[in-house]
């Protein structure tokens, strides 16, 4: 657990400053605004599926061949900012990767990255279109995570194996996502609040 917070919290630097440079183009603060074009949500989509590979890339790889990663990060983040369609798109980029690594939580580390897009968007609907605030999307993180630990319980074999994975991966992945979500909204906040001042 030690190592894994060790890693999480150099990888949650590297989420600032890729959200720091993200912002700053045009397209995603269009996409932000919600004032885009399908060209620019679809650049949103493909920049936080490849920010999903980055985070299956930077995880640790355990014994088992399960890698406790920031993945989801990227799908839930754009769901909460652009809707089902962009976290499923996100979701399936960073998904269909993990799954093609193999080992013997592929499927259920897939389905949960595909959910954790699918699940932003569903809060941004609920939200009506609005953007959540840092408790809310912390809770999204840890709710998320947990899913994905009951996913690797009910898909992953042989079950003992896949035990000592949900409780030696979930609870650093749960603390890593809730900080990098965190980290996310306070720059979408900001964006949004320079938005405003200049309408």
Same mark, same amino acid.
């Given at each position: 657990?030690?190592?894994? +917070? $060790? +890693?999480?919290? #150099? #990888? %949650?630097?590297?989420?600032?400053? /890729?959200? %720091?440079?993200?912002? *700053?183009?045009?397209?995603?603060? &269009?996409?932000?605004?919600?004032?885009?074009?399908?060209?620019?949500?679809? /650049?949103?989509?493909?920049?936080?599926? !490849? /920010? @999903?590979?980055?985070? #299956?890339?930077?995880?640790? %790889? +355990?014994? @088992?061949?399960?890698? @406790?990663?920031? &993945?989801?990060?990227?799908?839930?983040?754009? $769901?909460?900012?652009?809707?089902?369609?962009? !976290?499923?798109?996100?979701?399936?980029?960073?998904?269909?990767? *993990?799954?093609?690594?193999? !080992?013997?939580?592929?499927?259920?580390?897939?389905?949960?990255?595909?959910?954790?897009?699918?699940?932003?968007?569903?809060?941004?609907?609920?939200?009506?279109?609005?953007?959540?605030?840092?408790?809310?999307?912390?809770?999204?993180?840890?709710?998320?995570? /947990?899913?994905?630990?009951?996913?690797?319980?009910?898909?992953?074999?042989?079950?003992? %194996?896949?035990?000592?994975?949900?409780?030696?991966?979930?609870?650093?992945?749960?603390?890593?996502?809730?900080? !990098?979500?965190?980290?996310?909204?306070?720059?979408?906040? *900001?964006?949004?609040?320079?938005?405003?001042?200049? #309408?």
């Amino acid at each position: 657990m030690h190592d894994l +917070l $060790g +890693l999480f919290a #150099t #990888t %949650e630097v590297f989420v600032f400053v /890729f959200m %720091e440079i993200v912002i *700053r183009i045009q397209p995603i603060q &269009r996409v932000i605004c919600q004032k885009a074009a399908w060209d620019d949500k679809v /650049f949103f989509i493909l920049l936080m599926g !490849g /920010f @999903s590979i980055f985070g #299956t890339y930077t995880g640790i %790889e +355990l014994p @088992s061949g399960a890698i @406790s990663s920031i &993945r989801d990060l990227g799908p839930m983040v754009a $769901g909460l900012v652009a809707g089902p369609l962009a !976290g499923l798109g996100a979701g399936l980029i960073g998904g269909i990767h *993990r799954y093609s690594l193999g !080992g013997m939580t592929c499927i259920p580390c897939g389905l949960a990255t595909v959910l954790a897009g699918l699940s932003g968007g569903v809060v941004f609907l609920l939200n009506k279109r609005k953007l959540i605030g840092i408790f809310q999307a912390i809770l999204l993180a840890v709710f998320v995570e /947990f899913i994905h630990g009951v996913l690797t319980l009910l898909i992953a074999r042989p079950f003992d %194996e896949a035990f000592k994975i949900v409780l030696a991966a979930i609870p650093a992945m749960m603390i890593a996502n809730a900080m !990098g979500i965190a980290i996310g909204i306070i720059v979408l906040e *900001r964006v949004l609040e320079e938005a405003k001042k200049h #309408t």
